[in-house]
């Protein structure tokens, strides 16, 4: 019987693996973990991947893939049924009219609290947002709409018209502000805290211009098929690499949303 060297096999091997042998022949599916949230800049991605990825390859075939870009997003929404989405739940509301069969599974915490609020923040007292430059974390169309909750009275046409300075993290905003690069800051009292064991002079100059209604921290969601990947998020307390993704996301953990409470919620809009 006639055998090929050693060598030669492994080159067969992996000539076979270039060429298109089906995946499932030597590995199991990857299933995908997206993440697209308004909120945040997305400059942060590629840190954010590895650390989460490093979780990840602890449980699994699993893969954490941000996404910059909206319209990529919900096209991944609507076409990948076996995908898990990790988003804003502001977001998630402006998706509730597409009729989409989705499941609403996690909903993350921080200090025990699903909720949090927006403020703005300046140097100056009495000046208008028309006026301003507002630096801020998240995109613009977001940013404009907790601006339109901390101005009620403002018609949707002069906010739309904000001069909007984007950067990198919240305190990053309050920096801005600091050192006149920006009129104020749209950003959140945790970071104004922060800022206050940081830069004790810069904080004492601030003041609180306005504060959005509550929001609804992020959401896990997933199409209506089961998917163990929910598992796989809820456990991420438990490790440390774990923590340290959700810690990067702002948070201390996930907690279940039931049907009942998504039920609920509905009812009372």
Known sequence: MHTLPRCLLTV???FLSFVGLPSGAYSEEITTIYFYNPEIN??????????????LKEKGNYRFQPVNSR???????????KATFVMSSWHFQQLKNKALPLVTALRGI???DDTYRKILVSKLSGITPEAMTI???GTVEYSRSILSSIYPNHSPDSLSKLNILIVPKDIDALMAVGF???DAALTTKLSLEKLSTLYKNQHQQLNILGESLPLKRLVV?????????????????????GQ????????????????AQTKDRRSQK
């Open 244 to 259: 340290q993704g959700l810690h990067m996301l702002g948070l201390d953990d996930w907690q279940t949303i039931s049907t």
């Open 110 to 112: 921080k200090n025990k």
């Open 42 to 55: 997305t400059t942060r991605s590629v840190i954010l991947k590895s650390t989460f990825d490093q979780y």
């Open 180 to 182: 006149d690069l920006a």
């Open 221 to 241: 969601i997933h199409h209506q098929e089961k998917t163990e990947t929910i598992d796989v998020l809820k456990q991420m307390k438990q490790s440390k690499k």
């Open 71 to 81: 319209e990529i997003f919900e096209g991944l929404i609507s076409n990948d049924h």
């Open 135 to 137: 630096a801020t974390s």
């Open 12 to 14: 067969a091997f992996l």
